[in-house]
Nanobody, 130 residues
Framework: EKQLVESGGGLVETGGSLRLSCAAR????????VLWFRQAPGKEREKLSC????????TYVDSVKGRFVISNDKAETTVFLQMDSLKSDDTAVYYCAATPGLDCPVFDIMPSVTKDIDLWGQGILVTVSS
């Protein structure tokens, strides 16, 4: 059974850093795209970043550009989200997701394609204290 397992969340002070991990269980991320989303209380889910594990191209939403970096390990079984200069607005539950057969720009052009994502992690809480 294919699963995504997130780790690395927690409580951090404003200006601090956290690194989230998204581990693939039962498969590797080769030929997949991996995305990070977040959902803050009372707000809609927001796509933050995307990586195509075929060509390693990446995209970021403007609100995290220059602060968050998506990367992967050599084995292509874990994708990371390094989060620096955290703000209280970054407090949310963070989710990773993975799906084959699509490319990152599609999620910006046609957000409704999110419903076709194959796999979702369980979500992990990040709290940034002010």
């Amino acid at each position: 059974e294919k699963q995504l397992v997130e780790s690395g969340g927690g409580l951090v002070e404003t200006g601090g850093s956290l690194r989230l991990s998204c581990a693939a269980r039962g498969f590797t991320f080769r030929d997949y795209i991996v995305l990070w989303f977040r959902q803050a209380p009372g707000k809609e889910r927001e796509k933050l970043s995307c990586m195509n594990l075929i060509d390693h191209t990446t995209t970021y939403v403007d609100s995290v550009k220059g602060r968050f970096v998506i990367s992967n390990d050599k084995a292509e079984t874990t994708v990371f989200l390094q989060m620096d200069s955290l703000k209280s607005d970054d407090t949310a539950v963070y989710y990773c997701a993975a799906t084959p057969g699509l490319d990152c720009p599609v999620f910006d052009i046609m957000p409704s394609v999110t419903k076709d994502i194959d796999l979702w992690g369980q979500g992990i809480l990040v709290t940034v204290s002010s």
